[in-house]
């Protein structure tokens, strides 16, 4: 599937480091996620953008930034990670933000922090 | 609180056997309940979901699952299990009051033996 696309798909980092995270959504749709996957732990939410506005902010540290410039477009910039941060980074789109809709997820973006 | 366990982290049947995989939530009113599939270096993909109605759902390859409210549950089913099957299957719950936010389970990685 093609409808929410992630870039890098891979990516190392050293904890100085700047990198940004690029979601696209093909969908039309108005509401989009950042999750964050870690080996034998539940999905964990992130942000969540609503028509360009973030709607929730799960405790995620500050060196996790994220931006919607549009509802098409997500990015997670990165700065001064710590090696714990390694994981799956996904990113999802619905609708419009409600509960019982259907999430649509990238493939995600798997980043290693060294 | 709301949460989702699958009490089975690994699972491993035949091919052509029978699967359940178990998934119970805990929640207040009624659920937005998902099914999800994650195979290898991939995001994850709907099976099926639960709004109202039928209890008994259906999804794509083959898959259904039942809510049964008395037990907060719903288990997925296949009745009979293909190689490509092999997987992670997540269950998920729409939170309520909270926007598009999903709740997901540990997950269960489904072995498949030929």
């Known amino acids: 599937e093609t409808g929410v696309t992630q870039t890098p798909r891979h990516l190392v980092m050293g904890m100085t480091n700047k990198k940004s995270l690029k979601c696209e959504q093909h969908l039309g749709h108005n509401a989009m996620y950042w999750y964050k996957q870690s080996a034998k732990k539940p999905l964990e939410l992130m942000f969540v953008?609503?028509?360009?506005?973030?709607?929730e902010n799960n405790s995620v540290p500050s060196r996790f930034s994220p931006e919607c410039p549009n509802s098409s477009h997500l990015f997670l910039h990165l700065h001064t990670l710590q090696p714990e941060d390694s994981a799956l980074y996904l990113c999802?789109?619905?609708?419009?933000?409600?509960?019982?809709?259907?999430?649509?997820f990238g493939p995600g973006t798997r980043l290693l922090v060294l | 609180a709301q949460s989702v366990t699958q009490p089975d982290i690994h699972i491993t049947v035949s091919e052509g056997a029978s699967l359940e995989l178990r998934c119970n939530y805990s929640?207040?009113?009624?659920?937005?309940l998902f099914w999800y599939v994650q195979s290898p270096g991939q995001g994850l993909q709907l099976l099926l979901k639960y709004f109202s109605g039928d209890t008994l759902v259906q999804g794509i390859k083959g898959f259904e699952a039942e809510f049964k409210r008395s037990q907060s549950s719903f288990n997925l089913r296949k009745p009979s299990v293909h190689w490509s099957d092999a997987a992670e299957y997540f269950c998920a719950v729409g939170a309520y009051n909270q926007g598009g936010k999903l709740i997901f389970g540990q997950g269960t990685e489904l072995s498949v033996k030929p």
């Open positions: 953008y609503s028509l360009e506005e973030r709607v």
């Open positions: 929640y207040g009113a009624t659920p937005y």
């Open positions: 999802a789109s619905s609708q419009g933000g409600q509960r019982q809709e259907t999430q649509y």
